[in-house]
Nanobody, 124 residues
């Protein structure tokens, strides 16, 4: 079992930055595919970014590419989502997810473990 705890969310003004953290426990995540999803008010949860194990193959959805960066520190068993130049449309609850074995896709149903989410609110 893997437990995931997100942190780092909060209220920020347009143009600001936040760095979300996802601390994992229970298992080492070095061989897990780690991902970030988000759910905006009244919308379905959607994929944001993922980091595959090993070489840390990165994929960020094109709507936030250039603004958001996913990274991982396997020694700390933690995954990060750096979010820059935020806009009100980025307001959502952001979730961390994990899967083993390796997975290249964006379908949330393939992820086995989820955090409780952290709220990000971007004011105009």
């Amino acid at each position: 079992q893997v437990q995931l705890v997100e942190s780092g969310g909060g209220l920020v003004q347009t143009g600001g930055s936040l760095r979300l953290s996802c601390a994992a426990s229970g298992r080492t995540i070095s061989r897990y595919t780690m991902a970030w999803f988000r759910q905006a008010p009244g919308k379905e949860r959607e994929f944001v970014a993922r980091s595959r194990w090993g070489k840390g193959n990165i994929y960020v959805v094109n709507t936030v590419e250039g603004r958001f960066t996913i990274s991982r520190d396997n020694a700390k068993n933690t995954v990060y989502l750096q979010m820059n130049n935020l806009k009100p449309e980025h307001t959502a609850v952001y979730y961390c997810a994990a899967r083993n074995p390796d997975y290249q896709g964006t379908d949330e149903s393939y992820y086995d473990y989820w955090g409780q989410g952290t709220q990000v609110t971007v004011s105009a």
